[in-house]
């Protein structure tokens, strides 16, 4: 599962990557909060492979949402200010539809996550799968 989850990882980011080449304005902006969520938790499935799809996708959306209030401080923006990194993992101001569509991505990446563990068996290991 760990393997998956660093593929699905670099698959995001490169599709985030090619969203922002392909297309502008809003579809990009959205797609790439959607696909922030989803490499977040791929993230914590790296960290933790066995973590059941509802509880990655919560702690993927709970960070996503974290990270945008965090925004109100300002100090995202300050820190972009200085690094390309910061501007990219913390973004730089508060825009309230971002929330719905991280959202979107836990949903997508719990359904893909749903699916990987069905398809691998692990969900008749443990019992059945959420």
């Known amino acids: 599962m760990r393997a998956a989850a660093a593929a699905a990882a670099l698959l995001t ?3 985030g990557l090619g969203v922002r080449f392909v297309a502008a304005g809003v579809v990009a902006k959205y797609a790439g909060d959607a696909l922030y969520t ?8 790296c960290v933790v ?19 945008e209030f965090f925004q109100l401080t300002g100090v995202p923006a300050g820190l972009a200010a200085h ?17 719905f569509w991280y959202a979107i991505g836990a949903a997508v990446g719990w359904a893909v996550h ?12 443990f019992g059945t799968v959420s």
């Open 49 to 67: 492979p066995r973590v059941r799809p509802p509880v990655a996708a919560g702690i993927a959306l709970g960070v996503s949402c974290a990270v």
């Open 83 to 99: 690094s390309t990194l910061a501007r990219l993992v913390l973004g730089t101001s508060f825009n309230a539809p971002d929330l």
């Open 114 to 125: 749903r699916a990987v563990r069905t398809g691998q068996g692990e969900g008749q290991a």
């Open 13 to 15: 980011v490169v599709v």
């Open 38 to 45: 989803v490499l977040i938790l791929a993230l914590v499935v």
